[in-house]
Each structure stands twice: as structure tokens, then as C-alpha cells.
């Protein structure tokens, strides 16, 4: 692949997001997004996770090519994401207990957003250099905050509004969901 | 629900249970990435299904047998690397099997290792319960994500492309609602079946509600 890095970033993050239009990380977008500060935090941590992720996964998919094991990317990476998630909240705990408080049970459940798993993938199958994954990585993480931050917005407005009862909580945030997802098909063909 | 220390005997409500009162897509709202990417045609959803339900019996049972010998403290990660396995394995074999179908799916095949309708399964059934049940269960909720998966690629495929399973059954002057196939068509249809299913609920309730109301009246005159 030759893309440009602009282009992946955009790609990554507006053209085809990983949320609206990959269906990746569906869970904390309908979990986490009902208010916009969390949903912030959460981002941020989500985007951290696949820096650290995509820079390790690049390294292990070197040594599994030099081993000539790659049947076991899939064990390797899981393995890679779940060690890195518990790797950042060491950090966060130690250096800012604050923000540790804040994200709560989020931070562990990271390893089981797919975005992150998706993104190592994707820059395997795509055949990314180094910088090119971490851009990616980077754009990712910036689509899926900002899927994030539209649909906390939202929900946190629409509480003012009246909505039928049947058409409340999961129902409602996946319609919602769905008009942002047409939103977004605007943006195809830009990158 | 299964409380540690207690074995559940095996009976119709072990499979019944994953397919209607704990399905896993619409009542527990779990695996909603596969649910939304891959039912844009009723042949994927049922594939991407019975993958699914590969993965979550054939590892079920693992971590059943293996219960006593995981140590608590790492047994995540020991779920994860047995559910990767498996992954591989189904990954390999639809690979042999049908390469448009590996291309349908791409990603969200080996994606199933992050479904946490499997996860969900090892850490509050698997891990309690014997072998026998363990496999009833898992099967009963895999045909439940499999029936959901079909009932959301069928609306879409039908109202996208005017087939089912590739065949024309629309009317000649249907024009595809070609939105129902792209991604917000996924947003859409799950949304329209949890309202549905909501309301029915609600009406199950009111009528309950009716009746122990008239109950109650009855009692007192």
C-alpha cells in the first residue's frame, strides 16, 4: 500500500469509521455514550490502547513472518491487546489515580472492544510500514472518539425530549446510530 | 441463573432459554458487531451464525472440562487463548470451504474472538456447570444468535436487494431500498426489532397487568 499518511488518517477516521461504518466497538458506543465527558475519557483510553497495540502487533507480525508461524497471529494479538490493556492501567493507576477513578470499568474492557482487534487486522491484511500503522492506529482512534462524542451529544439532548416508551434505550440509541451512520456516507469518495 | 456450586440438570429450558427469554442479540444486547456488519444478506448472517455457534460449543465445552484446573486469577486469558483457537480453526476451514464466503465475512470471521456472547457464556455457564449441560446450553444460545442474525439478514436482504438467499421474490416493479444493505440499514433493522419486541412486552405486561388487576377486584367484592 502506498496511501499517503493523510489518507490514511482520513480514511481511518471519517471515510470509513470504524464505528458507523465497520460496525467495530458497537458495544461501548451504545454502552458509554450517554454522557459526553465519559465518553471523552473513554475515548481517549480506547485510542491509547490501539497506539500501544498496533506498534506491538507490527513488531509480532515480523517475528511470526521470520517463524513462519502465522496461524497463530489471531492467539498472538489477543494475547498482545489484552497484556496492553492491563499494561495502561498499571500506568494510569500509578501516575494519575484520578483518571483511573474516572474510567472505572471501562479501562478492562477495552480488551474486549473489537476496534482494537479490527485495527490490528486490517493493518496486517493491508500490508502497512511502521508509521503507517501508528497513523492509522491514531486515525482509528480519532473516528472512534469522535462516533462517540456526536452520539453522547445526542442522547444527552434527547433526555429533555419526549420519547414513546417502547422506543426507549437500546432502540432508540441504534436509530439514532443509524441516521449518524447515513451522515457519514456523505463522506465516501473523499479519500 | 446458575449460582457456583450448583449443577443445573439438563431439560428443555437449558436450550430454550439462549433462544427466546436470553437471546443474545435482542434481550441481552451482546455481539451487536457481527449482528450489524455481516446480515446485509440472509446467506451471510446464518454462516456467520453457525460459525459462531462452532466456536461457543466446541470452547464451552473446553472450558467445562477443564473448570477445576483453571486457576481463577488468569482464567480471562486462558478463556481467550482457547476461543482463539477455535477462531483459527473455523477461520482455516471456511477458508477450504468457500473463499467468496471468506471474503463476504472477511474480518468478522476471526472478529469472533472478541463476540462477548462467547466470553459471557465460558465466564457465567461454562465455568459452574458440567459437561453435558454446558453443551445444551451453548447450543441453545448459539441457534438463538444464529435465529437473530437471519431474522435481521432476511428484513434486509429482502427489503435490499428483493431476494431471499438469491432468489428473486419481489415483484418485478420492487425497487430495492438499496440503503437496507449498507451500513445504516444495520442500525435500522436491529432498532425496528428491539421496538417490536419491546412492545410486545409492554402489551404481554398490560395484559398480565389486566388480569391480576381484575383479580385483585374480583377478591375484595
Not at chain 1, 84 to 107: H, R, Y
Not at chain 1, 132 to 147: D, E, N
Not at chain 1, 150 to 171: H, N
Not at chain 2, 26 to 38: E, K, N, Q, T
Request: glycine residues 10%; contains cysteine.
Amino acid at each position: 500500500m502506498n496511501d499517503s499518511l493523510f489518507t490514511i488518517f482520513m480514511n481511518a477516521a471519517v471515510v470509513s469509521n470504524f464505528v458507523l461504518a465497520m460496525f467495530l466497538g458497537i458495544c461501548p458506543f451504545l454502552g458509554v455514550s450517554n454522557k459526553v465527558d465519559t465518553s471523552l475519557n473513554m475515548g481517549m483510553a480506547t485510542t491509547f490502547v490501539m497506539l500501544v497495540s498496533s506498534a506491538a502487533a507490527y513488531a509480532i507480525n515480523l517475528i511470526l513472518g521470520e517463524l513462519g508461524i502465522e496461524f497463530l497471529r489471531l492467539i498472538c494479538y489477543i494475547a498482545v491487546i489484552a497484556s496492553s490493556v492491563q499494561l495502561v492501567e498499571m500506568v494510569v493507576k500509578k501516575f494519575s489515580p484520578a483518571l483511573f477513578q474516572a474510567l472505572g470499568i471501562f479501562l478492562p474492557l477495552i480488551t474486549t472492544n473489537c476496534a482494537i482487534l479490527g485495527l490490528t487486522l486490517f493493518q496486517t491484511s493491508r500490508e502497512y510500514n511502521f508509521v503507517q500503522s501508528l497513523v492509522f492506529a491514531l486515525g482509528a482512534g480519532a473516528g472512534f472518539t469522535l462516533a462517540l462524542l456526536l452520539m453522547a451529544g445526542i442522547r444527552e439532548k434527547l433526555e429533555l425530549a419526549k420519547t414513546p416508551d417502547i422506543a426507549q434505550g437500546a432502540a432508540m440509541t441504534l436509530m439514532i446510530g443509524g441516521v449518524l451512520s447515513l451522515a457519514f456516507m456523505g463522506f465516501a469518495g473523499l479519500a | 441463573m446458575s449460582k457456583p456450586g450448583e449443577y443445573e440438570n439438563i431439560s428443555a429450558d437449558t436450550f430454550l432459554r439462549g433462544l427466546w427469554e436470553e437471546n443474545p442479540v435482542f434481550v441481552m444486547l451482546l455481539g451487536m458487531c457481527p449482528a450489524l456488519a455481516v446480515t446485509n444478506s440472509a446467506i451471510n448472517a446464518i454462516s456467520m451464525g453457525l460459525a459462531t455457534t462452532f466456536v461457543l460449543v466446541m470452547s464451552s465445552s473446553l472450558i467445562s472440562i477443564f473448570r477445576n484446573f483453571i486457576p481463577k486469577q488468569v482464567r480471562i486469558v486462558a478463556y481467550i487463548v482457547i476461543i482463539a483457537t477455535f477462531v483459527t480453526i473455523v477461520d482455516y476451514l471456511i477458508q477450504a470451504i468457500s473463499l467468496d464466503l471468506y471474503n463476504a465475512l472477511g474480518a468478522f470471521i476471526q472478529l469472533i474472538v472478541a463476540n462477548c456472547v462467547i466470553l459471557g457464556r465460558a465466564e457465567s455457564y461454562a465455568s459452574r456447570q458440567k459437561l453435558g449441560a454446558t453443551v445444551v446450553n451453548s447450543f441453545g444460545s448459539g441457534i438463538g444468535f444464529t435465529l437473530a442474525l437471519l431474522s435481521m439478514g432476511a428484513v434486509r436482504e429482502i427489503l435490499g436487494a428483493g431476494a431471499l438467499f438469491g432468489v428473486s421474490i419481489m415483484p418485478a416493479g420492487f425497487e430495492p431500498w438499496v440503503v437496507m444493505v449498507l451500513p445504516p440499514g444495520g442500525f435500522f433493522v436491529l432498532g425496528c426489532w428491539l421496538i417490536l419486541f419491546a412492545w410486545d412486552k409492554k402489551r404481554k405486561q398490560e395484559k398480565i397487568g389486566a388480569a391480576s388487576g381484575g383479580c385483585s377486584v374480583g377478591g375484595h367484592a
